[in-house]
């Protein structure tokens, strides 16, 4: 399997100076649970409704990202980023009809303040600063979550069998999408290198933890739920 070269780079440095808040997002207890199959099922569902909800505003951050880059190869990475979140969703309101969700409820449901924060952050980095602060606040989600489902996928405790959870964690381990990731990683080295990243590094760091804490915020959002 291809796996994403999360310890390289600019990434690698950011992802290591977050330090404990990183390794509090990859190894959450919503993600414990999920993996042994015992996450209550009304974690998952609130967890499955504000993650769509997410990701409309994660396709706008994007979007955003397209407009402040420079050169064509740069924008055709962020175009394809987008229009695989724009593809997603059509995806993940089936997946959610699964879990007895429909479009019409989730559309209908609240966005959660852990949701709001969150995406509202990530929107307001990138209107305050420019590609590199926006790719920052980025890619915790972006690589985070290609990181716990290859994590996942390799650990043997992890529970397939009977695991209601399974289809989702198999998700991560799809050539196209890690390969995204991978373009994404590069996107972000290819920035860093044009936009100094370098003599930013403390600010990039304070972005990308801040935004690993968000997304710790956000499991606990659903694991509430419970």
Not at 112 to 136: F, K, P, W
Not at 196 to 218: V, Y
């Amino acid at each position: 399997m291809f796996t994403p070269l999360f310890d390289n780079g600019l990434y690698g440095r950011l992802r290591q100076q977050a330090g404990t808040d990183w390794q509090d997002y990859v190894a959450h207890p919503f993600i414990r649970q999920l993996a042994a199959g015992t996450l209550p099922e009304s974690a998952f569902r609130r967890y499955l409704t504000q993650d769509y909800l997410f990701l409309i505003h994660f396709a706008r951050a994007y979007a955003l990202l397209v407009s402040k880059l420079r050169t064509l190869p740069e924008m055709r990475a962020a175009t394809a980023s987008l229009n695989a979140i724009v593809a997603e969703l059509p995806l993940h309101l089936a997946y959610c009809a699964d879990w007895g969700l429909g479009e019409p409820e989730i559309a209908a449901e609240p966005e959660a303040a852990e949701t709001l924060n969150y995406t509202r952050y990530v929107l307001d980095i990138g209107h305050s600063g420019d590609a590199l602060d926006l790719l920052a606040a980025l890619m915790p989600c972006v690589a985070g979550y290609a990181e716990i489902g290859l994590r996942l996928l390799e650990d043997p405790e992890t529970v397939m069998e009977g695991n209601p959870y399974a289809s989702w964690i198999r998700n991560y381990g799809d050539k196209n999408y890690l390969a995204g990731v991978q373009a994404a990683l590069d996107l972000l080295e290819s920035v860093g290198h044009q936009r100094g990243a370098e003599s930013r590094f403390a600010e990039l760091a304070e972005i990308f933890t801040t935004a690993t804490r968000l997304e710790s915020a956000f499991w606990q959002m659903g694991l509430n739920a419970s």
